[in-house]
């Protein structure tokens, strides 16, 4: 089956400096697609970022990147030049598609704290 | 245009009661997925539709749980003679179906307080 880790309850990071968010998944297919969204105190999840695995270039959009390592199984998130709307519970999500149906399977997420 | 919207905000019931939340989806949008949140948790898979076909019902916890999509728009997510342990927020999210990105856009969801 598959499984989304996220190993980092809580980080914190300055305003302006860099920060990484680990995520691991284990699966044994070889085209799936990874997601990390972002949920602040509102709730409303929102997509930050997308990767498909058989795309080894990593995506990147505006200050968020991942570092996709396909065979490791490993997706990291980074964000640079934190800002304090940055602030938020980042989950990391793997897309299951099977038998007509689909859905995502959630990490426990990442509570990111910025500081001034 | 208008993103996926979900009432009540808030809920708060008596255990045993039977409760109802609401969710409209994007316009245009043929698939609608149920997650829940529980504290301190990810997401939890529940529920999912697609179009006209049999929904996928393998992720609700018990048979007090059952949804229902009318018109393959609104959906409505029932849970009967509520336990303390359904207290969680409740997500909805749709998504356009036949590709890629296969980008699930959520609602603000429900918060359920079972007392």
């Known amino acids: 089956a598959q499984t989304v880790t996220q190993s980092q309850p809580e980080m914190s990071v300055q305003e302006a400096e860099t920060v990484t968010l680990s995520c691991t998944y284990d699966t044994s297919e070889s085209d799936y697609y990874l997601f990390w969204y972002k949920q602040p105190p509102s709730r409303q999840m929102i997509l930050v970022i997308r990767?498909?695995?058989?795309?080894?270039q990593n995506a990147t959009e505006n200050r968020f990147s991942v570092n996709f390592q396909k065979a490791a199984k490993s997706f990291s998130l980074k964000i640079s030049d934190s800002q304090l709307g940055d602030a938020a519970m980042y989950f990391c999500a793997y897309r299951i598609a099977q038998g007509g149906s689909e859905k995502l399977v959630f990490g426990k997420g990442t509570k990111l704290t910025v500081n001034p | 245009g208008a993103g996926v919207s979900q009432s009540p905000s808030n809920k708060v019931t008596e255990k045993g009661k039977d409760v109802e939340l609401r969710c409209d989806p994007i316009?245009?949008?043929?698939?609608l997925y149920w997650y829940r949140q529980s504290l301190g948790q990810g997401l939890e898979f529940l529920i999912y539709?697609?179009?006209?076909?049999?929904?996928?019902k393998s992720g609700l916890p018990s048979d007090r749980f059952s949804a229902e999509r009318t018109g393959g728009s609104v959906s409505t997510l029932t849970i009967q003679r509520t336990q303390q342990e359904d207290s969680a927020v409740y997500l909805c999210a749709s998504s356009l179906s036949g590709g890629a990105p296969y980008e699930q856009y959520f609602g603000p969801g429900t918060r359920l307080t079972v007392t």
């Open positions: 539709f697609q179009g006209n076909s049999a929904p996928d």
């Open positions: 316009s245009g949008h043929t698939a």
């Open positions: 990767q498909e695995a058989y795309k080894q």
